[in-house]
T-cell receptor, first 113, second 115 residues
Framework: QKEVEQNSGPLSVPEGAIASLNCTYS??????FFWYRQYSGKSPELIMS????GDKEDGRFTAQLNKASQYVSLLIRDSQPSDSATYLC?????????????FGQGTELSVKP | ETGVTQTPRHLVMGMTNKKSLKCEQH?????MYWYKQSAKKPLELMFV???????ENNSVPSRFSPECPNSSHLFLHLHTLQPEDSALYLC??????????????FGPGTRLTVT
């Protein structure tokens, strides 16, 4: 089993729709979770972090965390063509004296005008 | 992108060359990271430095040698690389002391091609 699994995509949604990106992780000790956006040819950009069960909203983005199910998701409301990118899920796993981020392979999102 | 800078942005080197990648962070962070990103593969953590001390060496071949002279600068020295080492090399930084693994901010990366 992979440590972090994401829908491989590509996920295609029409402009204005809700895009739903899913991620499951294997380490039950993970306490912090991060979503990164990576445009083609660019480096990852941190867009959301979530630490507690439930929802966290930031503008058009909502992160949802369910630690019991080892599941974290990212919803993008009113999707725009500029949201077209690969989205990386990264739980922090406890390791040695601190921890490290384990990145999923990413979900490619395409928003069609 | 300006918080963490990397040079060069593109590098082509032969298998017998020696080169270095440079990373500089302007965010006042005290932890810095090297990642490797190959096509269609997840980001791979290579090295971590916290307060200039290496705290992670993720089974990386010795042909990659990191150096962290201070909390703002990080280098990756390369020698006798293989074609499979061609990838995007990303530097990141974060804030933290006992737990230096918080929100990480990435530089633009160095696209490395080994011929």
């Amino acid at each position: 089993q992979k440590e972090v699994e994401q829908n491989s995509g590509p996920l295609s949604v029409p402009e204005g729709a809700i895009a739903s990106l899913n991620c499951t992780y294997s380490d039950r000790g993970s306490q912090s979770f991060f979503w990164y956006r990576q445009y083609s040819g660019k480096s990852p950009e941190l867009i959301m972090s979530i630490y507690s069960n439930g929802d966290k909203e930031d503008g058009r983005f909502t992160a949802q965390l369910n630690k019991a199910s080892q599941y974290v998701s990212l919803l993008i409301r009113d999707s725009q063509p500029s949201d077209s990118a690969t989205y990386l899920c990264a739980p922090k796993v406890i390791y040695n004296q601190g921890g490290k981020l384990i990145f999923g392979q990413g979900t490619e999102l395409s928003v069609k005008p | 992108e300006t918080g963490v800078t990397q040079t060069p942005r593109h590098l082509v080197m032969g298998m017998t060359n020696k080169k270095s990648l440079k990373c500089e962070q302007h965010l006042g962070h005290n932890a810095m990271y090297w990642y490797k990103q190959s096509a269609k593969k997840p980001l791979e953590l290579m090295f971590v430095y916290s307060l200039e001390e290496r705290v992670e060496n993720n089974s990386v071949p010795s042909r990659f040698s990191p150096e962290c002279p201070n909390s703002s600068h990080l280098f990756l020295h390369l020698h006798t690389l293989q074609p499979e080492d061609s990838a995007l090399y990303l530097c990141a930084s974060s804030q933290g002391t006992s737990r230096p693994w918080g929100e990480q901010y990435f530089g633009p990366g160095t696209r490395l091609t080994v011929t």
